[in-house]
């Protein structure tokens, strides 16, 4: 069994759809108007659901988080700490809610990494720092934008542990 994507079930379609395309760049792959919409994100599929439709569908009636949903969240990532900031700043401004402002956390590998990015990358101690933040989208559900200043393809790479 692989996965295949993930879904949100969602109250107010067309405001879910215009803020994962318009503000954080998901491709739309169908109509706002339909029931079940599919979204791509640098390969991953990503579904909305309308909730009234999916209660009817499988006859039963579901109850809903109201607020900020803190069941589980989103994972974005950017190749450069500015980008993280401009990510934010771009998703507060367009109807996101704050949840954390970017910030550099010390979690890491504690490995070094190479000397090239080691003085915008790393603290005193050779951890690679994370710049992260958290927003939540128009219905409350978790998002965070992080970045380890390096390319996505680099990410996980620990040069020598």
Not at 99 to 110: D, I, K, R, S, T
Not at 140 to 146: F, K, V
């Amino acid at each position: 069994m692989r996965l295949d994507g993930f879904g949100l079930l969602v109250e107010d379609m067309g405001k879910m759809i215009r803020f994962y395309r318009d503000v954080l760049g998901f491709e739309i792959k169908e109509e706002e108007n339909t029931s079940n919409v599919y979204l791509m994100k640098d390969g991953t599929l990503f579904l909305l659901y309308g909730r009234k439709d999916f209660e009817k569908m499988t006859s039963k009636r579901y109850e809903y988080i109201k607020g900020l949903n803190g069941h589980f969240e989103i994972a974005l990532y950017a190749d450069t700490f500015e980008e993280v900031d401009e990510a934010y700043r771009k998703a507060v401004e367009n109807g996101a809610t704050s949840v954390l402002e970017p910030e550099l956390e010390p979690w890491g590998c504690g490995c070094p990494v190479d000397t090239s990015r080691e003085a915008r990358s790393t603290d005193r101690a050779g951890r690679r720092d994370q710049r992260t933040c958290y927003i939540a989208d128009p219905e409350g559900n978790l998002i965070e934008i992080g970045s380890w200043n390096r390319p996505y393809e680099e990410k996980d790479l620990t040069e020598g542990c």
